[in-house]
């Protein structure tokens, strides 16, 4: 790939802001080891306590509806195997990570993430795909980049607003300005930590007009079902109940083509996604 000076400037930056905190990295690194046992993984990922909030935070949230609570790590490496394990890891790293800066931009992260992750997760469902809860997983980090933009890349944030609010669309804004998009940006990093090709492709695609994308059929209905639940997460509910529900049905209707959604009804579901993720975030607020 041939990339232009900025953007390769940018990837230089990227690249330096690409280390998983260290604990993290460790237990990946164990988990990838054939000879490692479950109870080294665990002591090495129990050893941050805000790692371990956040990875049973997550756990709890993607299998929220479990009859038992996950309550210890070596709980979750046991009820999900290796696999998912590592996906949760790096997904409660990054959350980690990609805090800290504001209280503003802390909630909208948290906020944006949820949703999309829940939307992805019961679309999932009621299209019944395999692993809805791994749905949630790719809904809940597909949006990283945007973050890495908003915290690592202060100035150039500040003249993509600008554009945006001078009219540009949002991700033209980035690729002119960047060389990147957050859905590039964040695919790199998905690729750089080893993440599944579903993970990698959902995040690259969440904003491509995927009637356009050829060939079609390639692209995984992980990555299909994480695309309308961006755009779905991104509508405003601010512009009020009836221009939120013509938005969403509008929004449903324009992936009919891509997903067998004929029989969900878009605002019961949007429903039951605003309460799931009260749910969950009465589950945050107590641990
Ligand atoms: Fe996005």
């Known amino acids: 790939m041939t990339l232009d000076p900025r953007a390769r400037e940018v990837l230089q930056r990227i690249e330096g802001i690409a280390a998983l905190p260290t604990i993290a ?14 109870d080294q993984i665990c002591a090495v990922a129990s050893v941050d306590p805000g790692l371990v909030t956040l990875l049973l935070r997550t756990v709890n949230s993607a299998y929220f509806g479990l009859r038992s609570r996950v309550t210890s790590v070596k709980h979750a490496l046991v009820i999900l ?11 409660s ?14 909630e909208a992260f948290w906020d944006h993430a949820l949703h999309a992750a829940q939307w992805s997760k019961e679309i999932g469902r009621h299209l019944r795909l395999d692993n809805p809860d791994d749905l949630y997983i790719c809904g809940l ?4 980049g945007h973050f890495v933009i908003l915290l690592y890349f202060k100035s150039e944030s500040k ?9 540009a669309p949002p991700v033209r804004a980035e690729k002119d300005i960047l060389g990147w998009t957050h859905a590039e940006i964040g695919a790199w990093l998905f690729h750089h930590w080893k993440m599944p090709e579903e993970i990698i492709e959902s995040a690259f695609y969440h904003h491509h007009d995927l009637r ?11 990555t299909l079902v994480v695309h309308l639940a961006a755009a779905l997460t991104d509508i ?37 996604v605003s309460a799931a993720c009260e749910a969950v975030r009465k589950i945050f607020a107590k641990s």
């Not at 164990?30 to 490692?36: E, R």
């Not at 790293?93 to 503003?104: C, E, I, N, T, W």
């Not at 980090?141 to 990283?144: K, L, P, R, W």
């Open 25 to 38: 990295r460790r237990a990946i690194d164990l988990l990838d080891n054939p000879h490692s046992n479950v």
């Open 81 to 91: 195997g290796i696999e998912k394990f590592r996906r949760l890891i790096v997904a």
């Open 93 to 106: 790293a990054l959350m980690q990570k990609f805090r800290g800066v504001s209280k503003a931009v802390d």
């Open 141 to 144: 980090i597909h949006n990283t």
């Open 159 to 167: 003249i993509i607003e600008a554009a945006v609010r001078s009219g």
């Open 212 to 222: 356009r994308v050829k060939p079609k059929k390639d692209l995984r209905s992980s």
């Open 236 to 272: 405003d509910p601010a512009s009020g109940a009836y221009d939120y529900d013509e938005k969403l049905e509008k929004t449903f209707r324009s992936h009919e083509g891509l997903l067998a959604l004929q029989d969900i009804d878009a605002v019961k579901l949007s429903d039951e």
